[in-house]
């Protein structure tokens, strides 16, 4: 595509305005959106980073609504490569006009992570002039004509796969590069489709959902989503029971779950329209909503997380919390009945309050458990 | 006078792709395809436990992670030394097998069809269907309302006299779309019942699954699969069959090089020497035995300056970024010196050939009685095309008798432990074509790993003789009506289903970073 030099100057010399992260910026968007008492919808541009499209096909996923309902109630997606209708220039064509003429009436949403290594040349997107544009030159551009940012996926929360150590390419999370907007963070190796779908609606209808410190809507990451918390094989562990090989029944700690410092909501939503979900299938959960995935080299999926008790082996140290109530004691199946379930509730309650800061704790535990990702 | 078009970004595909083409007389003369991401996978697995590179792989592609996973666990199965049982590899076919049905599905509808299909037929919809009218009615208000993005993001589009004209079946096929866009979930959901999740499954593990075939997954599997296979029998193959006789052109258009290759996909016994979708070549019209040995990677147009003409268990990975007349980061996979296409067309072809699966000789007739075609018609963009949905109706049908075939008692997963020093091989097929996984074992952690996907055969730049890759050959001859609308390479591209974030590895753009992989 031709241009002239000052509209180029103008798409990739946006200004850094000052930042703040607050529902300020809501009102301003909304109604340029012409989003009225949460009727309208959100125009999104949905640009995607180092990516493997797994972002955009879990989002097509959604069951109730159904994609085409989003697509024609929720939002307006003005650009999505994955399922736009144009391509080349029709395409390059759309982020252009959205740089110059929609300044602030758009949400960016942004899947897979961006490489700063060698200029950004890893991942190019589009042609101007004939000189190809870097992924991280966009971005740079469309955060700073958007009204909000929306980071879809672990890749573009934390960093994810592409940041994983010896991160090849200094791959960095959208929160790196974008300064001067809040960024909203919905990790997930994918997201589930409801995350995505429910935090675009929470923002249509409701404003900026309640976040945690790390921006992720608490209604799906909050300090009660840890998935150890809510596993449906908690019974196991509490009785001690551990599945030692793949394919037999039990808690999957021994086979290396990464439950315990782990928050989503998985366990109690499910995925793909409810049919199943990680632990369940007996899969070990991954901890792919963390910052800390898919962890350095000390940290295998399959390697059991380090510094937690297990329930019969010795007392319950302070980090017992962090995956749950251990119960003392209780080594064999036999032992579990309904008085020990209900003394755990009981315990369980007493110790809810003190949940926030052991899911700091956690967190802790997770991240000295990893080498420290480079680049970030 | 030769133009120049670059079509870049190519969207509805899988990852970022660039498209050079030169068209002279209104055809393109000559070629280049580009890939523009790379994000350095085998490099993170690198010092790894070996036990991890199934969950990791996948993340190479989100639209068929499936095959990275399994290609990833046969190489473990063959490192570890393990044999699975049966149920974990019927567990893994029919995984994988839900994978390319949702791909395929996706691929015809979601990123094809609007090639062929005029959305903006919705407009004279006159019918009671309640999606159909809440379509209309959504793109006729934003139109009225002066929107700029009106119908977004099916539009804007290339515009010209390339589009279906026919209302009612333009608004079939927006019909068909909308009902692709809920089938396809169901393939996920239908993979998950085993896998846990998707995209990016949970139980895919060396030695075998992690998930029991308890009964009541067995039914919900199966009722899906049901529905599945009546789409793409009822909506999937006649959808194609309606496109190819409004474009018959394009059984002549984007031919392509006209070799095949198939690794062997979905074993059909424990030791991997039988699969549904059998093992072999087609090359200058001869079937002929398949012999990894035969696999060489040149390097004489891609960015890296490490030794050409290599077998992938030698090859060496050296970048070099301002290497003189280099175009492109994928290398050039050739087999005996052949420039190869694979995927659907090419297991296809083979199958057919083979005669060993009478049932896919008859399916394949009779799509060909129905468009009225001899089989080299096949090797086209249409072909492509037909080949897809004809594998999709294959599969699902071998699918339900593989349901019969599980044992909800019996054991998933064979045990193992990671030896110190090892290497193996996971050779497959996946949606797109013949995938490889190579992994070697020192000190219990990954030293090693390299992948050989469909799109690098696909989408590779010249060899060292000049002789173009698939993708290349395919676009040469192709008529171009509008060089500002440039629909038919695009349509020619897409086709083939690229998936370029599958088919860029090893690279680096700065030129004191080397890796090496000897294998």
Redesign the interface.
């Known amino acids: 595509m031709l241009i002239t030099r000052k509209k180029f100057l103008q798409i990739f010399s946006g200004s850094i305005a000052g930042f703040a992260l607050s529902n300020l910026w809501l009102p301003k968007l909304l109604q340029a959106a012409n989003v009225k008492n949460g009727k309208g919808r959100l125009?999104i541009v949905w640009f995607?980073g180092?990516?493997?499209?797994?972002?955009?096909?879990?989002f097509?996923?959604?069951?109730y609504p159904?994609?085409?309902e989003v697509?024609?109630e929720v939002i307006?997606?003005?650009?999505?490569?994955?399922?736009?209708?144009?391509?080349?220039d029709?395409?390059?064509?759309?982020l252009e006009?959205m740089i110059t003429d929609e300044k602030g009436k758009f949400i960016l949403a942004i899947d897979g992570s961006i490489?700063v290594?060698?200029d950004g040349?890893?991942?190019?997107?589009?042609?101007i002039n004939?000189k190809?544009i870097t992924a991280l030159k966009w971005i740079q551009a469309l955060s700073s004509a958007a009204g909000a940012v929306v980071a879809i996926g672990t890749c573009a929360t934390w960093g994810?796969?592409?940041a994983?150590?010896?991160n090849?390419?200094k791959?960095k999370a959208v929160r790196d590069i974008v300064k001067d907007k809040p960024v909203i963070n919905i990790p997930g190796?994918?997201p589930h489709p409801d995350w995505i779908v429910g935090t675009l609606v929470h923002v249509l209808k409701y404003g900026i959902p309640t976040l945690d410190d790390l921006n992720r809507p608490v209604i799906f990451f909050g300090p009660d989503k840890i998935v150890h918390d809510n596993c449906e094989l908690r019974q196991y562990f509490d009785a001690g029971i551990f599945a030692k090989?793949?394919?037999q029944k039990g808690c999957l700690y021994e086979l290396g779950c990464k439950g315990p410092v782990t928050h989503c909501d998985?366990p109690v939503r499910g995925?793909?329209?409810g049919?199943?979900?990680?632990?369940?299938?007996?899969?070990?959960c991954?901890g792919?909503t963390e910052p800390t995935f898919?962890g350095g080299?000390g940290s295998?999926?399959?390697?059991k997380l380090p510094a937690v008790q297990v329930p019969g082996l010795s007392e319950i140290n302070a980090n017992a919390n962090t995956i749950g109530i251990a119960l003392g004691g209780a080594v064999g199946a036999a032992i579990a009945g309904h008085a020990i379930a209900r003394a755990v509730s009981a315990k369980k309650l007493k110790q809810k309050s003190k949940q926030n800061s052991d899911v700091e704790n956690s967190d802790k535990v997770m991240e000295q458990s990893n080498t420290q990702k480079e680049g970030k | 006078m030769a133009e120049t078009i670059v079509i870049d970004p190519l969207t509805r595909i899988e990852g970022h792709l660039k498209i050079e083409i030169k068209v002279e007389n209104g055809k393109v003369v000559d070629a280049l395809s580009s890939g523009e991401m790379f994000r350095g996978i085998e490099i993170i697995l690198r010092d790894r436990s070996p036990e991890d590179a199934p969950m990791i792989v996948q993340r190479i592609c989100g639209v068929c992670p499936q095959v990275h996973g399994t290609g990833s666990v046969y190489a473990l199965d063959d490192a570890f030394k393990v044999t699975p049982p049966k149920n974990a590899r019927i567990i893994r076919n029919l995984m994988l097998g839900a994978n390319f049905l949702q791909s395929h599905i996706l691929h015809f509808y979601l990123l094809s069809a609007l090639d062929f299909v005029d959305i903006t037929a919705i407009l004279q919809y006159k019918g009671m269907d309640s999606k159909l009218i809440k379509v209309k009615e959504w793109v006729k208000a934003d139109i009225d309302a002066g929107k700029k993005d009106a119908g977004a993001p099916f539009l804007p589009r290339y515009e010209g006299d390339y589009y279906i004209k026919d209302t009612d079946l333009n608004i079939h096929g927006i019909s068909s779309y909308l009902k692709a866009i809920e089938i396809r979930r169901k393939c996920q959901e239908m993979l998950a019942i085993f896998g846990g999740k998707m995209p990016h499954c949970q139980t895919l593990v060396g030695g075998g699954v992690a998930c029991v075939p308890t009964l009541d997954k067995i039914i919900a599997f199966r009722s899906r699969l049901s529905e599945i296979k009546t789409f793409i029998e009822k909506t999937y193959i006649p959808d194609v069959i309606a496109v190819a006789k409004l474009y018959p052109d394009y059984f002549t258009i984007g031919k392509g090089v006209g070799n095949f290759m198939s690794y062997g996909g979905f074993p059909e016994n424990e030791t991997q020497s039988q699969w549904l979708l059998p093992q072999g070549l087609l090359i200058d019209g001869k079937t002929e035995k398949f012999n990894p040995d035969k696999i060489a990677e040149f390097v004489k147009y891609s960015r890296y300056s490490s030794g050409t003409g290599l077998n992938p268990y030698k090859g060496e990975t050296v970048p070099d970024y301002n290497k003189e007349g280099a175009y492109s980061w994928l290398k050039s996979p050739r087999y005996d010196n052949k420039v190869i296409e694979v995927g659907p067309l090419a297991r296809i072809l083979i199958a057919y050939l083979n005669k060993s699966n009478k049932d896919i000789n008859s399916l394949v007739d009779s799509a060909l009685n129905t468009l009225g075609v001899a089989p080299d018609a096949l090797i086209s963009t249409l072909g492509r095309h037909a080949a897809r949905a004809l594998e999709a109706k294959i599969l699902a049908d071998r699918m339900e008798n593989w349901l019969d075939d599980l044992d909800p008692n019996g054991p998933v997963h064979t045990k193992y432990t990671v030896p110190k020093k090892s290497k193996g091989k996971g050779l497959t097929e996946g949606p797109r074509g013949s995938l490889g996984h190579w992994i070697t074992i020192d000190n219990y952690r990954i030293s090693n790993y390299q992948a050989v996907v469909p799109t690098t055969w696909n989408g590779s730049p010249k060899d060292d003789n000049g002789v173009p890759g698939p993708f290349e050959q395919a676009l040469i001859g192709t008529p171009v009506a509008d060089i500002k609308n440039p629909i038919e390479p695009a349509r020619v591209i897409r086709s083939f289903d690229p998936c370029l974030a599958c088919a860029v590895h090893v690279i680096d753009v700065e030129e004191n970073k080397i890796y090496k992989f000897k294998l």
Do not use: K
């Open positions: 125009p995607q180092q990516n493997c499209s797994g972002c955009p096909v879990s097509v996923n959604t069951e159904s994609a085409d697509l024609i307006t997606l003005e650009y999505l490569p994955t399922i736009m209708g144009g391509t080349g029709v395409a390059v064509d759309i006009r490489p290594d060698s040349n890893y991942c190019n997107v589009g042609e004939g190809s994810g796969i592409p994983a150590p010896p090849p390419t791959a190796c994918p090989d793949f394919g998985a995925w793909n329209s049919v199943n979900w990680c632990n369940r299938s007996g899969g070990p991954l792919c898919p080299t295998g999926f399959y390697e």
